[in-house]
């Protein structure tokens, strides 16, 4: 079957792509790769990859071409789904015959919902869909398609046996083609990353048991398997060749670290390659292998610290300490590596006093850039049970985003509500940034290029826009 593989038009600015990080609107207007749809799009080389979100394409602009296809497959989330149904339904009713079907942690999670939300939806393709859809594109006989859940002609819902999680990494097709055949790497940038860049895995699943992530609960897994390092340069010398533009390789692996030796190896090899690249970490890197990092390219670290509090680190499984997280900081910063810092408001055990420790630890280790996010209970995460079983989540507040696609305050405590929780992301970044030394640092930045300046000025005007429209949302 010719297959589109279609991220579907949603709220204006809405990254689907996100990945294991929470689908919605950012403050600043970003987009992450469609790394897993487009590695299932590898798997079938008659298909072709739309993602609506970045490239501004609407619905008419895929129904147009929805003729040229015999199935389109919609990776789909759970802010994303209503507007991926209407989709598909829009597309069954312009094109007869029409095959569509689901993938991602959405139709993981939830097979039988997603077939039955609408007679549009054929069939979903669970897990780690990659050989799922692949063999749904060849042909196979659908009741021999392990993973895949689908409807008969009587209406009736199957669900195939699971499919074996992939062992061998090096079975999967390079995506890099992908973006070059289907995408405009230019409409892809992410505030703390050079532009262009490139984003891609190097493995999947992650160790750790953090309860509120999203994939490796999901679809990926907690064991970390991994792309051989051969493997790996191999795709890291496709792409240098054939987008001699991009500034920066980003390795969207959970985390990257997990795994010190083989970090090095890359990254050596990647430094006979003169590659810039950044990745995901985990706050306890060792300092020896940072140093590897760092003299083989390394540019900047993406670190998931999520509180200062180490009693709500506990209560979500991060398994760290923020002593450790400290130490990692500081070798960092001596080694010239740059952080951007990522935290969450809301977890279990949030307090006000635990909201004014996050905000003091993140003055006090200081990282380039910071990105604060709302706890987010997704479907098929240990927090999401939890939330349900301790009243944190109610039915009537299990909305994730808004109707704009902004990211809401779906948890709430006996003494700390969802307004305090969503006022205290704004009063974060207003003490993080807005402090002299921080403002002093980001106006050097700024004058080192004009190129820089213009980019900071622009995503500054995008920030405080996205925080008026976070306060009218209250209001």
């Given at each position: 079957m010719k297959t589109l593989f279609l991220q579907a038009p949603s709220f204006d600015g809405f990254d689907g792509g996100a990945g294991s990080r929470y689908q919605a609107r950012r403050e600043i207007r970003s987009f992450w790769y469609p790394t897993w749809l487009a590695q299932a799009a590898a798997m079938a080389p008659s298909g072709k990859l739309i993602d609506a979100p970045p490239h501004g394409l609407s619905l008419s602009h895929i129904i147009e071409q929805i003729h040229e296809f015999d199935a389109v497959i919609c990776h789909t989330s759970t802010p994303s789904f209503q507007a991926d149904v209407a989709t598909l339904e829009a597309l069954k009713e312009v094109k007869s015959g029409l095959i569509a079907g689901l993938i991602g942690a959405k139709a993981a999670v939830d097979p039988e919902g997603c077939l039955k939300a609408s007679p549009?939806?054929?069939?979903?393709?669970?897990?780690?869909?990659?050989?799922?859809?692949?063999?749904?594109?060849?042909?196979?006989?659908?009741?021999?398609?392990?993973?895949?859940?689908?409807?008969?002609?009587?209406?009736e819902i199957v669900h195939n046996e699971n499919r074996p999680?992939?062992?061998?990494?090096?079975?999967?097709?390079?995506?890099?083609?992908?973006?070059?055949?289907?995408?405009?790497?230019?409409?892809?940038?992410?505030?703390?990353?050079?532009?262009?860049?490139?984003?891609?895995?190097?493995?999947?699943?992650?160790?750790?048991?953090?309860?509120?992530?999203?994939?490796?609960?999901?679809?990926?897994?907690?064991?970390?398997?991994?792309?051989?390092?051969?493997?790996?340069?191999?795709?890291?010398?496709?792409?240098?060749?054939?987008?001699?533009?991009?500034?920066?390789?980003?390795?969207?692996?959970?985390?990257?670290?997990?795994?010190?030796?083989?970090?090095?190896?890359?990254?050596?090899?990647?430094?006979?390659?003169?590659?810039?690249?950044?990745?995901?970490?985990?706050?306890?890197?060792?300092?020896?292998?940072?140093?590897v990092l760092k003299d083989n390219g390394l540019r900047l670290l993406l670190v998931g610290y999520e509180t200062g509090n180490q009693q709500i680190l506990y209560n979500i499984k991060k398994g760290m300490r923020i002593d450790v997280a400290k130490r990692f900081t500081k070798d960092c910063r001596e080694l010239g590596i740059t952080i951007h810092g990522t935290f969450i408001l809301g977890l279990p055990g949030e307090t006000r006093e635990t909201i004014e420790e996050t905000i003091r630890f993140a003055q006090e280790i200081n990282p380039h850039t910071i990105q604060v996010s709302l706890a987010a209970p997704y479907p098929g995460t240990y927090l999401y049970d939890q939330a349900r079983r301790e009243g944190w989540l109610k039915e009537s507040d299990a909305q994730l985003v808004d109707r704009n696609g902004v990211q809401l305050a779906p948890l709430s405590y006996p003494n700390l509500s969802h307004t305090e929780i969503f006022n205290s992301v704004e009063e974060f970044y207003r003490r993080f940034y807005l402090r002299l030394p921080k403002i002093a640092a980001i106006v050097a930045e700024m004058a080192t290029s004009p190129t820089v300046m213009k980019r900071r000025l622009r995503e500054g005007a995008e920030f405080f826009q996205f925080m008026r429209e976070r306060r009218r949302a209250t209001s």
């Open positions: 549009a939806i054929d069939f979903v393709a669970r897990e780690e869909f990659d050989l799922t859809v692949k063999e749904l594109t060849e042909g196979v006989d659908w009741r021999a398609i392990l993973g895949l859940s689908y409807r008969k002609a009587n209406g999680i992939l062992e061998d990494m090096d079975q999967l097709p390079f995506v890099t083609p992908i973006y070059k055949r289907d995408l405009d790497i230019s409409k892809y940038f992410i505030g703390y990353l050079k532009h262009p860049y490139l984003s891609f895995y190097t493995g999947r699943g992650c160790k750790s048991r953090c309860t509120f992530c999203l994939w490796p609960q999901t679809v990926g897994g907690h064991r970390y398997r991994t792309r051989s390092v051969g493997n790996v340069i191999e795709e890291i010398r496709w792409a240098k060749a054939n987008f001699p533009e991009a500034k920066e390789i980003f390795f969207d692996d959970d985390t990257f670290t997990d795994n010190p030796a083989r970090a090095e190896d890359i990254a050596r090899e990647l430094g006979k390659l003169n590659i810039v690249w950044s990745c995901n970490a985990k706050a306890n890197v060792p300092r020896k292998t940072l140093e």
